[in-house]
């Protein structure tokens, strides 16, 4: 069975099992697949009513929108463990070993991966929940902010699993080319989802 298709209880307990995965990057999917699902929720709690029929066609673009980046950000959870895996073995290769250091490299690389992916599709959730919060129900945008409050976590924790990958690349030109990627998004939208959360939070 996949990660993706355990029990919420199965799925915590394994991450709080004495095994490297699922882990940090496995939690920061989940959290950015369920931020994704709010979308989805405000928009099913807003179309059909006759208040919001001018948002219809938008409100179903955004939560088609929404529903994909679920589905790529949960499918993530299983990536990450099996970029991860392998890092996790060749931190047991011996020093001085011939090959360790090219095969760390682009283990290093491949474990970065998978949490750059994460960082980029939430941004993407947190555009959308901008939208939702400005056009669905007055009754469901607390899900739109709870929804950018949980993207802005899982980016965060996305990011910190890239440096944590980065910080140990030979190839400095190419980490730091990552990072700087990594940290750019970070403060952009970081920012965004507290203006989105601000917004609603103000409101109520």
Known sequence: MELKDLSCSEFTGQLAAKTPVPGGGGACAL???????????????????????ANEAALRK?????????????????????????????????KGTPGREETMEACLRAAAETPYKILCLCCETIDLHREFAEKGSVLAVSDAATGAALCRGALCSAAVNVKSNTTYMKDRAYAD????????????????????????????
């Open 177 to 204: 080319d990552l990072n700087a990627r990594v940290d750019e998004k970070l403060a952009a939208y970081c920012k965004a989802a507290d203006e989105i959360f601000g917004g609603v939070y103000s409101k109520l």
């Open 62 to 94: 955004l939560m088609a929108e929404a529903e994909s980046l679920r589905l790529r950000l949960l499918a993530c959870i299983d990536e990450d463990a099996e970029a991860f895996e392998p890092l996790s073995r060749a931190y047991g290769i011996p």
């Open 31 to 53: 959290a950015g697949a369920v931020g994704a699902a709010l979308g989805v929720m405000v928009g099913n709690l807003t179309v059909g009513k006759k208040k919001y029929e």
